[in-house]
Each structure stands twice: as C-alpha cells, then as structure tokens.
C-alpha cells in the first residue's frame, strides 16, 4: 500500500510525467473530488449570490415557495436536486474517464463538451422542445450537431496519426497536466 493509502503500488497510483499508463479507477475518484470542490463551490457561490441579488432587486423571493399553476413544490424542489446530482456526476465521471485516456487526455474535454452538446440537442429534438421554433433556427442546431461529429471525428483521426507516428520511432511531444 502506497503512503498515501492508496491500496495499488506506488507506482501505479502516481502517473509520471510522460507516462501514458493510466491511474486505476479508484485513485482517479480520490484525485478529482478536492479539485471538483473548489471548482463548483466558485460556480456555486457566484451563482447563488446572482440569484440573490435579482431576487432582491425583482421582490421575487416569494416566488421560491409557491408553485405556479398548482404544481408540486416538492417535486419541483426535488427535481432542482436530482439535476444538480446529475451535473456533478458528470464532472465526476468525467475525471475518472480522463485518467484513463493515457496520452490522449488533451482530447477529453472536447470530446465531453461535444457529447453532452449533441445529447442534449437531439433529447431537445426528440422529445419537441424545439417546437414553435423557426426552420432556420432549427437548421442552426442541426449544423452544429454535424460541426460537433465532424469535429469528434478529427479529433479521434488525428489521435490515431499521432499513435502511427509514435509507433513508427518518430518521437512526438506530450503534453501533460500532471
């Protein structure tokens, strides 16, 4: 068991500069939970004192406990949680998964953002959200879901270039964020 009370060896808990050998799983989760902290408590904090402030500023605080229409508080409040579980879990998700991309990790984001884009949008599509929109409004999405696969694709093509030309002795610089 390593120092840090990781139960994998030393060496396979810490990934060395230039080494693309992935973290396991586990020692990915314990890496980004403290950086995920910080991170969404700056969203949250500057989020919540926005809401705050136009709250102030439009007397809408009322609005917080009531529903409109007759609808449920507590369903809307519980679904304001679920949705706010599920954001997390995707950055969580999401940095357990860039670990394991070795030397390809310059492309998780991208390849994240780019995925819950198109998701969403055809969900968005599907389930007519979109309805009442105009066509070129329409068409606009439809492009950048296009731009977005294309995009996904360079990226995938390029990554396996790079792999050719590494394997072929060319040496290639790596860029690391560890």
Known sequence: MGHDGCPYTQNNCRKKVGSDRPKPALHAVRSNIPLL??????????????????SEKNKTFSNYGKAKDGGSLGRN???CMVAGVLWYLQFFFYG???TQMGKYGFASWSLHMAFIIITS?????L???WKGSSKKTI????AGIVV?????????RGSKLVGTETSA??????VTDH
């Open 37 to 54: 902290v910080v991170v969404l408590l700056g969203g949250f904090t500057t989020n919540c004192i926005c809401c705050i402030w136009l």
């Open 77 to 79: 409040y519980t679904l």
């Open 96 to 98: 357990m998964g860039e």
């Open 121 to 125: 949008n055809v969900i968005g599509l």
């Open 127 to 129: 389930t007519k959200e």
């Open 139 to 142: 068409n606009v999405i439809l």
């Open 148 to 156: 977005l696969i294309l995009s996904t694709i360079v990226i995938g």
């Open 169 to 174: 002795g060319q040496e290639t610089e790596q």
